[in-house]
């Protein structure tokens, strides 16, 4: 097949994500992490269980010191123009795992982009400080163009989208599905389940990257429950029905609570009005999780949330033992790890590590 450094960037911008996947890895793993169209079943299960390797492995001091000079020779970028505490915390942690040493730019007015240096430019010059790139932005589809950008530099390291405008934030989606996987691991997985997912569904990044995810498990239902200038993407509705799957459209979470096997909540994402036209108004109360919420729940469900949260879930539900959203975060750390692991080769030598 024609690799990302063979195409021109005309050619390659008009195509759709899925065409756009194939391109960012090499048949058999991932070079770059931009979409989350990139990942089939295997490869989330092997990440999965990648990520539980690590997990284990580093519980022990001489475990934690094997990880750490896996990757010590190796230096990560942060580019994080865009606010971030979670997703910029545990890439961090991740690095710091696999012994990787870290450099940052959070705030372009810092550096020479200011002095009118183009972003490309910018990236570039990353590449040759550093093995490799993650990245957030608020410009939709900038990673793919810095992928493909580096493609045809001297220097091509991988990139890792951490989250594109209101596109793409595949790690996300895969911490999402690493936390369904462990969820369900007394359910038979994630096959089969009835995911509902609530708020923000138009400009929730997140959302719209693990429904694609889901689309690799069997006989999974997804509904999504918002108000109707909200609501999930056409485009994400079309990849939906292309393969398949079965999925509804709703503007009411609670009926939708008691079929539910996993609820996935998200903010409103309100920084976005002023360049899209402020959503209008809604009742909040229909895409919400009280104490009265959780009494209409299965026992066994879960509760996600990508966070932050405002208060589409209430406190009182931290303590119950379906909210999950706290061990998500966590579950990203180990994820990422994984990914920087397998994106650098090292999976055969971190599960050949004897001594857990
Ligand atoms: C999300 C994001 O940035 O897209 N947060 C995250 O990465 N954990 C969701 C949000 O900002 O609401």
């Known amino acids: 097949m024609e690799t990302l450094s063979a195409i ?16 960012f890895g090499d048949g058999v793993r991932e070079q770059h992490v931009i979409l989350a169209q990139q990942f089939d079943r295997a490869r989330l299960d092997a990440l999965g269980a990648l990520a539980t390797r ?7 001091h001489a475990g934690s010191d094997f990880l750490q000079q896996t990757l010590s020779h190796k230096r990560a970028m942060l580019f994080f123009t865009q606010p971030s505490t979670r997703t910029f915390l545990s890439f961090c942690a991740a690095c710091e795992i696999l012994g990787l040493k870290m450099g940052e730019v959070r705030n372009p007015s810092t550096s020479s982009e200011f002095k009118g240096e183009s972003r490309d430019d ?27 950008l580096l493609s045809h530099s001297e220097r091509t390291v991988p990139v890792i989208n951490a989250g594109s405008g ?9 911490l999402d599905i690493y936390t369904l996987q462990r969820s369900f691991e007394l359910q038979g997985g994630i096959d089969g389940k009835r995911i509902v997912f609530a708020g923000d569904l138009k400009r929730g990044r997140t959302v719209r990257s693990l429904s694609v995810l889901l689309t690799q498990y069997k006989d999974v239902e997804q509904c999504f429950v918002a108000p109707a200038d909200l609501q999930i993407g056409e485009d994400i509705q079309a990849v939906l029905q292309e393969r398949g799957i079965s999925f509804s459209l709703r503007d009411d979470l609670r009926p939708e609570l008691g079929s539910a096997d996993a609820v996935y909540m998200t903010r409103v994402q309100d920084e976005w009005d002023a360049s899209d036209g402020a959503a209008s108004a809604f009742d909040p109360a229909r895409y919400r999780i009280g104490k009265a919420e959780l009494s209409c729940m299965k026992p066994d469900a879960a509760i996600l949330h990508p ?17 999950v959203y706290w ?17 650098f080769g090292i999976e055969d030598e971190i599960c050949g590590y004897v001594g857990a």
């Open 8 to 23: 021109d960037w005309e050619r390659f911008q008009v195509l759709s994500p899925s065409e756009k996947a194939p391109y």
């Open 54 to 60: 690590i997990r284990r492995v580093a519980k022990t």
């Open 122 to 148: 910018s990236v570039r010059t990353f590449s040759s400080y550093f093995d490799l790139i993650i990245m957030r932005s608020e410009i939709g589809g900038l990673a793919e163009r810095v992928a493909w």
């Open 166 to 174: 209101k596109d793409q934030h595949p790690t996300q989606a895969l």
């Open 307 to 323: 966070l932050p949260r405002r208060d589409e879930i209430s406190p009182e539900v931290d303590e119950d033992e379906r909210a």
């Open 327 to 343: 061990r998500q975060m966590r579950n990203g750390m180990w994820i990422r790890a994984a990914l920087i692991a397998s994106l």
